[in-house]
């Protein structure tokens, strides 16, 4: 049940349509879990997301702005640690957890 969103940048190199813009110039959105990956944090942004449940950022900056925003904070690169994510909630998934 769950959908890509992106930043400006994404939006402007044409990557994903604009209906995907999270932030003061796309969308609000108010998920139950956000999972931010490699965003830095500009307030155009996280006006859109800041109202999230649960707010995941993984960012190799560990002084990236977004960490404020966070309920749990990451400090990595992303090409790491979304992979392992992944396998650890198919384990969680799978034991019924």
């Known amino acids: 049940g769950g959908s890509v969103g992106a930043t400006r940048p994404v939006i402007d190199w044409q990557t994903l349509p604009y209906e995907r813009q999270i932030g003061q110039t796309g969308k609000t959105v108010i998920p139950r879990l956000i999972i931010n990956c490699g965003i830095s944090g500009a ?3 996280t006006a859109g997301m800041e109202k999230s ?3 995941i950022a993984i960012n190799t900056d560990p002084r990236a702005r977004i960490f ?3 309920d749990l904070g990451i400090i990595g690169d992303v090409h790491e640690i ?3 994510l992944i396998e650890r909630l198919k384990e969680i998934k799978e034991s019924g957890d």
């Open 82 to 84: 979304v992979p392992i």
């Open 68 to 70: 404020r925003f966070a």
């Open 53 to 55: 449940q649960l707010i």
């Open 43 to 45: 307030n155009e942004y």
